[in-house]
């Protein structure tokens, strides 16, 4: 990771060597904490944050999911947002808000203890490599099932679902693959460990509903705007691993992985085994989007 000069912890900016917390933090021992995973890029307008108010929206969705009052508005929060990046000087980065329980008391009860909040911004290239654009990735199906909503809110960027995650990624990069498709726990397909999927077949998109356990990302909610932009027809829908194999292309979505092909399944090419025209199409337009190219969705970048 590269480091940045501050982190903004709790209204104020600190060095980040000095943004700590205390070992007993309530977040630590029980993963009681909601963050978001956002990006600011480099435009020709200047730098700029990408979907900043969905971003900030679902911090709070995902807090108040879990019972976390965040202890500033969301204007507070939206200004720091951008202070972080600005401050930092970064031209792109990749920005975390984290809401987590300080310290104070131990249990499962935790009313009375602090919330608190840290903004960091880092610069941060393509999670899935840089090879990820133009070859895709092979992935595996995970033995590891997508947190499931009877036992989670996996509508909310819950700090504790990700244990799930990392067990499911870790399980698939030791085997050799790039990442992992999770199912749900009616053993239809949900989403990647940290990305949500798409297939499509016959030029028709299909991504699975979140009540499967996906998150509701803000990239797969712009990829249903893409795809009726682009004129192509897109349905949420349950979906097989016979369904995966079955298609002519797939492709993971995130703020982190941005759109990328998939172009094997354990070790089974998706269609040619190389990453397909329409997969290229959503891409390239998602990129115009976040880097202010595209004048019929300048709304969604906030210029810092
Ligand atoms: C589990 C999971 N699914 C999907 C996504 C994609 O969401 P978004 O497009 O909002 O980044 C993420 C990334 O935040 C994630 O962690």
Request: hydrophobic share 40%; aromatic share 10%; with cysteine.
């Amino acid at each position: 990771m590269k480091k940045s000069e501050y982190i903004w912890l709790d209204g104020d900016l600190v060095e980040w060597d000095k943004a700590t917390v205390s070992v007993m933090t309530h977040t630590l021992h029980y993963g009681t904490g909601v963050f978001e995973g956002m990006r600011a890029r480099e435009t020709a307008q200047g730098t700029s944050i990408q979907f900043l108010n969905d971003h900030v929206d679902r911090l709070y969705r995902s807090a108040e999911a879990y019972n976390l009052e965040i202890p500033f508005n969301k204007n507070v929060i939206t200004n720091a947002i951008k202070e972080i990046v600005k401050v930092n000087k970064l031209k792109s980065a990749y920005i975390r808000p984290l809401v987590f329980l300080g310290d104070g008391e131990m249990g499962l009860l935790p009313l009375d203890i602090p919330v608190r909040v840290a903004i960091a911004a880092w610069e941060w290239g393509a999670y899935l490599g840089d090879e990820a654009a133009s070859k895709g990735v092979n992935v595996c199906i995970s033995e590891w099932q997508r947190i499931s909503p009877k036992s989670f809110k996996p509508f909310a960027k819950g700090v504790g679902g990700y244990m799930n995650s990392t067990l499911a990624k870790i399980d698939a990069v030791k085997q050799g693959f790039d990442d992992a498709i999770m199912l749900s726990d009616k053993g239809t397909v949900a989403e990647g460990s940290g990305q949500n999927i798409f297939i499509c077949k016959d030029n028709k998109l299909f991504t699975p509903p979140v009540e499967t356990g996906a998150l509701g990302g803000i990239t797969r909610k712009t990829v249903f705007e893409i795809a009726k932009y682009l004129g192509l027809e897109i349905e949420e829908k349950d979906l097989t691993s016979e369904d995966l194999l079955a298609s002519d292309e797939i492709f993971f979505t995130g703020t982190a992985t941005e759109v990328v092909g998939i172009v094997s399944i354990d070790k089974v090419n998706i269609g040619d085994g190389s990453v397909g025209p329409i997969t290229s199409s959503i891409r390239n337009k998602y990129l115009e989007i976040v880097n202010g190219k595209e004048d019929n969705f300048k709304n969604y970048i906030t210029l810092i």
